[in-house]
T-cell receptor, first 115, second 109 residues
Framework: KAGVTQTPRYLIKTRGQQVTLSCSPI?????VSWYQQTPGQGLQFLFE???????NKGNFPGRFSGRQFSNSRSEMNVSTLELGDSALYLC??????????????FGSGTRLTVV | TQLLEQSPQFLSIQEGENLTVYCNSS?????LQWYRQEPGEGPVLLVT?????EVKKLKRLTFQFGDARKDSSLHITAAQPGDTGLYLC?????????FGEGTQLTVNP
């Protein structure tokens, strides 16, 4: 089956701009989570969406937002970009049933560079 | 917040050697996952451990979960260059994964 697809793979933006990243989960997975990976902070949880609702949120400023569509595809938006937002942004999809998550699968990520 | 400490941070070995990497916390894990990440790619799930004392094997990789569920280890036998990557442990809390900083393993041919 197809894996988690993230687009674009690479992106270069200027400080102050905004950016939208996309994630298509594995078919049947309704939970999509987003993570930021940087050399200094490692992998950090941004937020999780399930059935078009944000169910969990990490400790990031409000400039980071997301949404999920009825087909489970998710987008993440970062507004007013800062140099420190340069990172690999990863999404992970998982299967949720009766309170348990399984089948965590990450996409290849979007490498965002802010100049 | 449950913090995960991984050691060593970096490990460089020759092909054929054995190695062990560790993941520790002062708190009890509900469950723990191990991932391997290659440059420019997302982490790939290797195993999930849930029960204290559990041992799982995946070919040359052996994963152990401490009896008290506060620590875990990953042992690789006869390492190969293809094992090179960043090994991450992660505590699972619902959908949220909290990662350790990882062990960067390099296996030289």
């Amino acid at each position: 089956k197809a894996g988690v697809t993230q687009t674009p793979r690479y992106l270069i933006k200027t400080r102050g701009q905004q950016v939208t990243l996309s994630c298509s989960p594995i078919s049947g997975h309704r939970s999509v989570s987003w993570y930021q990976q940087t050399p200094g902070q490692g992998l950090q949880f941004l937020f999780e969406y399930f059935s078009e609702t944000q169910r969990n949120k990490g400790n990031f400023p409000g400039r980071f937002s997301g949404r999920q569509f009825s087909n489970s595809r998710s987008e993440m938006n970062v507004s007013t970009l800062e140099l420190g937002d340069s990172a690999l942004y990863l999404c992970a999809s998982s299967f949720y049933r009766q309170g348990l998550y399984s089948g965590y699968t990450f996409g290849s990520g979007t490498r965002l560079t802010v100049v | 917040t449950q913090l995960l400490e991984q050691s060593p941070q970096f490990l460089s070995i020759q092909e054929g050697e054995n190695l062990t990497v560790y993941c520790n916390s002062s708190s009890v894990f509900s469950s723990l996952q191990w991932y391997r990440q290659e440059p420019g790619e997302g982490p790939v799930l290797l195993v999930t451990v849930v029960t204290g004392g559990e041992v799982k094997k995946l070919k040359r990789l052996t994963f152990q979960f401490g009896d008290a569920r506060k620590d875990s280890s990953l042992h690789i036998t006869a390492a190969q260059p293809g094992d090179t990557g960043l090994y991450l442990c992660a505590w699972t809390s619902g959908s949220r994964l909290t990662f350790g900083e990882g062990t960067q393993l390099t296996v030289n041919p």
